[in-house]
């Protein structure tokens, strides 16, 4: 299975959707959490998002918070879960 794929899967279990950029809709997750170690795969931007239920990381995209959440806004984590 390549990168891509992994995603796409990712995204289906957790009921997310695309819709040309990416636009995530998480209703299964707590929150969404920044990773300090990672950065992005597009921009080279860090944090990275991550999608957190029960005190855990169950989902990790490997985006920065405008490539994953699809505003400039959402370079500061303190704003992805308003
Ligand atoms: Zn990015």
Same mark, same amino acid.
């Given at each position: 299975m390549n990168n891509e794929q992994r995603k796409a899967r990712q995204r289906d279990a957790f009921g997310a959707r695309t819709d040309g950029t990416v636009t995530i809709v998480e209703p299964t997750l707590d929150s969404l959490e920044p990773n300090y170690d990672d950065r992005c795969e *597009?921009?080279?931007?860090?944090?990275t998002v991550e999608g957190w239920r029960h005190g855990r990381a *169950? *989902?990790?995209?490997?985006?920065c918070g405008p490539c994953c959440l699809g505003s400039a806004r959402m370079l500061d984590p303190r704003e992805w879960n308003e």
């Open positions: *597009v921009c080279d931007a860090s944090p *169950v *989902v990790k995209w490997h985006l």
